[in-house]
């Protein structure tokens, strides 16, 4: 799950690492009370969107005076941002987050993630901030330091140490560099995160570490226990299907073909994206149904599916497990009849009783494509989709 | 011969008693599982499914003396239920349950380690010696003794790797679902050495997924200490970069751990992929007739 930045921001205060004096707004009117609590004579207003790329594409402006902070949340509120990181749609704006101006004198690069291959927590650090890092990654791999790292490690201030020195941070700001490791990681454990970005981490006019952008993703499996992040869930920021499954439990992400697709498990569900792929269809989604396709979880599938206008037909992939086939195509035909869908449904199940589910399928009185090979059930769906 | 499991395990479960616990352990014993016994804190001194329930693993391992456990715990107290059953003395845990909190994995994966216990999982299928030890929730019926290794990130898709070896007839030596989280217990390194060292098996079958580096560092592996032949199969091939397709797993991002970079790097080692789903038996067919 991600954060906006100024929810980000509101983390960072909490562990102590230096943040700009600011506030957020919903509303165009509290723009101007916003700046003049904040004081001084410029500041930054930025729209909060769950992507990168903001600066470029319009959503962050310097400003000095409060009255354009209020055109710039009048110009923003309600609209949608697009950047290169969206997708053509843009990200709806419902907050604008209203800064205190920094001098800035160089940008740097911070950023942690859990490192599957050392599986440790792992600091990536570059004297090249405020850029795109990838870039950096490939052009000059010299000037990034991974440096794994454990939680209430004894060595932790000299790994900080270490990421310091490629950094290029003077012994002051090192000084300032090694707790606000140690208080990161305390954050990234403590709140359950699997990344955090700060790109750019910048050295302000006065020679001091500061944290400009704030980037937060929260481990969805840990949410259970971090009640006050759920409570940070903006459903604004994503697909409306896509929410809409994850509250039914389903895993959905929509794509761009015309091949609904209902699956269980993920990896069969992307196997059979491949497969539609392979004979020359286009897949309209990714769908995984779960280990238990009971009649109305698949009609709730069915809803989310046929919600997308581009889908011309479904195909339905069920290896039948722990549940049997037979009661699986009786959950599908009953998910049919009461959706009422007015595509092609091809279905393949495979395992537990397949035959019998089959027949089932075969003698009910809709419009079902039974089809047992996943290839032919793939060719089919194809097939009926041009 | 086999890995991991075989005739002579002795199985506990925890969370005996939950919904999911009973469940599969009913399908377990079915399939002829040595199940000895399961743990449920405050149901200890009960009997389930004929089989004694324990308020501790500690009690279990006193009492019925088990050689591994299956986890069916909510994921929110399987860390607790991995170190306990770690402690305990058990050295090989098979965690079922999928939603760990990944920074939970890290501190068990450390200890695991340290300790010297195998983990599998979390978010598996689990382990089959088919004909011998289901210590999982895979379906039974559709296994074959035989002598096919398979290991998986997924579970349905392991499925079809085994229904296929089943259908042309090869079977398999044993299956194992090593989970799609980014922080599992075992790796597929782990088990192809496993397999390397099991005399019945003869070709070993690596279903892969997008994301993360794996099948890469597997593929590494192979080159240089598997002398069977090596079929894989990565799925994920179609599916579009920094998008999360419900495996913590299946995430492609900044452009590493995609399909394409996958299945380049296992053909240069030597790796035989399957281009298909659906051609991963005739793949295997192939390889065999020419090997």
């Known amino acids: 799950m991600n954060l906006h930045e100024y929810q980000g921001k509101l983390l960072f205060a909490e562990y102590n690492l230096p943040v700009s004096k600011g506030k957020v707004i919903f509303d165009a009117k509290n723009a101007v009370d916003a700046c003049n609590e904040i004081g001084g004579t410029k500041w930054v207003v930025k729209a909060q969107v769950h992507a990168g790329g903001r600066g470029k594409a319009g959503g962050v402006e310097l400003i000095d005076s409060p009255e354009e902070a209020e055109a710039f949340a009048k110009r923003w509120l309600g609209k949608k941002l697009v950047t290169y990181q969206t997708d053509k749609e843009g990200q709806l704006v419902n907050s604008i987050l209203i800064e205190e101006c920094t001098n800035i004198s160089k940008e740097l690069y911070l950023s942690a993630v859990i490192d599957r291959d050392s599986q440790k927590i792992v600091f990536i650090g570059s004297s090249e901030g405020g850029v795109n890092i990838e870039e950096v990654a490939t052009n000059s791999p010299e000037k990034i330091i991974y440096q794994a790292v454990e939680f209430k490690d004894k060595s932790l201030p000299d790994h900080a140490k270490n990421i310091a020195n490629v950094l290029k941070l003077n012994d002051e700001q090192t000084n300032q560099f090694i707790p606000m490791i140690d208080n990161l990681l305390r954050l990234f454990v403590e709140k359950d995160l699997s990344l955090l970005e700060i790109n750019p981490l910048v050295i302000n006019s006065s020679g001091d570490l500061h944290c400009l952008d704030a980037k937060v993703n929260i481990d969805s499996n840990a949410l259970f226990r971090q009640p006050e992040l759920l409570e940070m869930h903006d459903e604004t920021q994503e697909d409306p299907r896509e929410a809409e499954a994850a509250k039914n439990d389903l895993s959905y992400v929509s794509l761009d073909g015309n091949i609904g697709c209902m699956v269980n498990g993920a990896g069969l569900a992307m196997g059979t994206m491949d497969t539609i792929k392979f004979f020359g269809g286009n897949p309209a989604n990714f769908l995984d149904v779960g280990g238990t396709a009971t009649q109305e979880r698949v009609a709730k599938a069915f809803k989310i599916i046929l919600k997308d206008p581009n889908v011309k037909v479904v195909l339905v992939n069920i290896f039948g497990g722990i549940v049997r086939c037979d009661v699986i195509a009786k959950g599908i035909i009953a998910a049919i009849k009461e959706v009422d869908i007015k595509v092609p449904v091809v279905v393949r199940l495979e395992g537990n009783n397949a035959d019998v589910g089959a027949k089932i399928l075969s003698k009910a009185n809709i419009k079902i494509e039974s089809i047992n090979s996943l290839s032919d059930a793939a060719k089919k769906a194809v097939e009926l989709a041009k | ?291």
């Open chain 2, 1 to 291: 011969m086999s890995i991991l499991v075989n005739k002579e395990t002795r199985l506990i479960v925890q969370g005996f008693t939950g919904s999911q616990g009973t469940l599969h352990s009913e399908q377990s014993i079915e399939y002829g599982t040595n199940i000895v016994g399961g743990v449920t804190p405050g149901k200890g001194g009960k009997e389930h499914l004929g089989k004694p329930v324990f308020n501790s693993v500690k009690e279990a391992v006193d009492k019925v003396e088990p050689n591994a456990s299956i986890i069916f715990v909510p994921a929110r107290f399987c860390k607790d239920s991995i170190m306990e059953a770690a402690e305990a003395g058990i050295k090989l845990i098979i965690c079922i349950t999928e939603g760990v909190p990944t920074i939970d994995m890290l501190d068990v994966k450390k200890y695991v380690d340290n300790v010297g216990v195998r983990l599998i999982g979390p978010n598996c299928p689990g382990v089959i010696t088919p004909g011998e030890a289901k210590l999982g929730i895979m379906p039974g019926n559709i296994h074959l003794p035989g002598s096919i290794g398979i290991i998986s990130r997924s579970g349905t898709l392991t499925y079809e790797a085994v229904k296929q070896t089943t259908d042309l007839g090869f079977g398999q030596s044993s299956c194992v679902g090593i989970g799609g989280d980014p922080i599992p217990g075992s790796s597929f390194i782990d088990m192809l050495k496993l397999f390397e060292e099991d005399t019945q098996t003869e070709a070993i079958v690596m279903v892969g997924e997008i994301g993360g580096t794996a099948e890469e560092a597997a593929a590494e592996y192979i080159k240089d200490n598997i002398s069977k032949p090596v079929i894989s199969y990565i799925a994920g091939q179609t599916a579009p970069a920094g998008k999360r397709m419900g495996h913590a797993g299946a995430i492609i991002a900044g452009g590493k751990g995609t399909a394409a970079d996958k299945i380049s790097k296992l053909k240069e080692c030597g790796v035989h992929v399957a281009d298909n789903l659906v051609e991963i038996g005739n793949k295997v067919a192939e390889v065999l007739k020419t090997n």
